[in-house]
């Protein structure tokens, strides 16, 4: 009986970019974001250790308070990856409840009839 073809592990994506890595020198690589996976525990760390952060605020419209559920907003990080990085910006924006909700835009209390005069 001729063997069967074997079977291949597709190589990690990247967590920030979603984007299938490479391997090579013993880590996953991510080119876009600049990273570097260990091939054991998948922890990520800068491809060139002396990089600076990247530090860019978090610009999505989205994540204002209320804009996507009335009383929620998200608690928004800035950029964690290295500077220089070609792939979006990774905030690690985390969903969180607001103490104070804000009213939607349109919203509001049904007006009342004025009276005639």
Known sequence: MRDLPRATRP????????A???LDGGRFLCEDCLLAFDPDSLDA??????DQTCGHRCDN???GPGRINRGQGFNCQTCA?????TSMHWNDCIPINLSDPIPMVGLS????ARPSA
């Open 81 to 85: 990856l290295p500077a220089g990085h």
């Open 45 to 50: 760390t800068y491809l060139h250790s002396q």
């Open 20 to 22: 299938e890595t490479r």
């Open 109 to 112: 209390a049904p007006r009342q």
């Open 61 to 63: 419209w989205w994540h």
């Open 11 to 18: 190589n990690p994506s990247c967590g920030a970019c979603g």
